[in-house]
């Protein structure tokens, strides 16, 4: 490759994690070998909760020609938790340090030369391939998202619910309000932490905070003490930069046809995000550009907050459930069934196909629906469970509101209980 020098150091850190499907790591390497980088820089493999070399041994072969360092961590935490460890063991040897995630895959020539560029100009603390606007608060004042949460907590705590329901969801309750009140209201403007770049003395500067939860990464993000806002107290700007190389600032951020808008025709780096908005269906489209781009109040009513500890009910059992899968994809190799074939069961087979190398899918079974967007993804009745009772290991239920009511058919079909999830 043809790549111009530059007296500074340079770092990527691209992240791969154990429990992905190793099929993420070839899709970044591809794009990483078919677009120049345009400038000199080393490339450091982070490998998250890889247990020892033997576990590695698939990914280093891919790597053979590709000059390239290694950084092994454990798999604590979530991506900016690996971020942080290997900035204090690199901050040092480097001027500037770019973060890609497991998900990133480069769409453009000079993709490196664009960010650097960038981040050399006057008063630049951060640049990113991506940003947003979006605020998980919305435009809802602090003052009213207190008044909501407190008398939404009253009516909990005068019904007639058992004990045991409502100190959850009071709890839930607090700990929402405690995450919102860390986050500005709508325009939250902030640089997306995936194929961003950064002097390392900055990212340095921000090593101290204990990133273990996926609240925790959003509040480094885009929180009141978060990361682009820690640049901004600064005085100094966030810059989005384009496919075509250009630099954009804040208030050019909606409409340069980089993140969540148009066909995001001028995307310099994909990510899991960037490609759900352009496979898409025109709703989801819609939904995803509203989220980042427009103001909508949330939160403003006390019944409002019923969604929130619901959320965070569905929330944790869908932690639980992965948490399962993690263990089984670790211990063997295993077929699943999806039980459910809407939004949340096509969560579920694109997640394991992202994050399971072991756990092969078999297909969904759904009482009413018929057809699935993926080819390769048949749908089948109940009886199926009864009819190929030797085609699968473990039926995962794919549902909030019927999980109790599907797990109740399945019992019933004389499904063993310990098969299913």
Request: some cysteine; hydrophobic content about 35%; aromatic content about 12%.
């Amino acid at each position: 490759m043809n790549m111009s020098s530059s007296s500074d150091k340079i770092a990527v850190f691209h992240l791969v994690r154990k429990l992905n499907n190793i099929e993420m790591f070839e899709d970044f390497l591809n794009s990483y070998q078919c677009f120049e980088p345009g400038v000199q820089h080393d490339l450091v493999i982070i490998f998250k909760g890889f247990d020892n070399e033997n576990e590695k041994t698939c990914y280093t072969s891919l790597l053979q020609g590709i000059d390239h360092l290694s950084f092994d961590v454990s798999d604590e935490g979530v991506d900016i938790t690996a971020y942080i460890k290997a900035t204090k063991a690199f901050a040092k040897e480097y001027h500037y340090l770019c973060f890609l995630n497991s998900h990133s895959m480069i769409l453009s020539s000079y993709w490196l030369s664009k960010l650097y560029k960038n981040m050399k100009l006057k008063d630049v603390g951060l640049v990113g391939a991506t940003g947003s606007w979006q605020s998980h608060r919305g435009s809802t004042s602090r003052p009213r998202l207190i008044t909501t949460a407190l008398v939404f907590s009253f009516l909990t705590i005068f019904s007639t619910k058992p004990i045991a329901v409502k100190r959850e969801e009071l709890s839930d309750v607090f700990e929402h309000l405690r995450f919102l009140l860390d986050i500005d209201c709508y325009p939250n403007i902030h640089i997306r932490t995936n194929g961003f770049m950064i002097p390392s003395s900055l990212m340095l500067e921000n090593t101290l905070q204990n990133i273990i939860s996926k609240y925790d990464a959003y509040r480094f993000e885009s929180g009141r003490s978060g990361l682009s806002r820690y640049i901004k107290n600064k005085q100094l700007r966030l810059l989005l930069v384009g496919n075509d190389g250009a630099s954009y600032d804040e208030s050019e951020w909606r409409g340069c046809n980089v993140y969540m808008h148009n066909k995001q025709e001028n995307l310099l780096i994909s990510d899991n995000m960037t490609r759900k908005f352009s496979e898409g269906k025109e709703g989801t489209k819609n939904s995803l550009r509203r989220s980042s781009w427009e103001a909508k109040r949330i939160l403003a009513y006390p019944q409002d907050w019923r969604a929130i500890v619901n959320r965070r009910k569905h929330a944790k059992k869908l932690l639980n459930q992965k948490a399962q899968l993690e263990k089984i994809n670790k211990n063997s190799s295993s077929r699943i069934i999806v039980f459910g074939a809407s939004i949340l069961g096509m969560h579920f087979y694109s997640w394991l196909k992202d994050n399971t190398k072991n756990i092969s899918f078999v297909a969904f079974v759904d009482n009413y629906l018929t057809t699935s967007p993926y080819k390769e993804a048949l749908i089948q009745k109940p009886n199926y469970l009864i009819e190929h009772c030797d085609s699968f290991d473990y039926i995962l239920i794919s549902s909030n509101e019927y999980y109790d009511e599907i797990l109740q058919q399945l019992i019933d079909l004389n499904i063993d209980e310990s098969s299913i999830i």
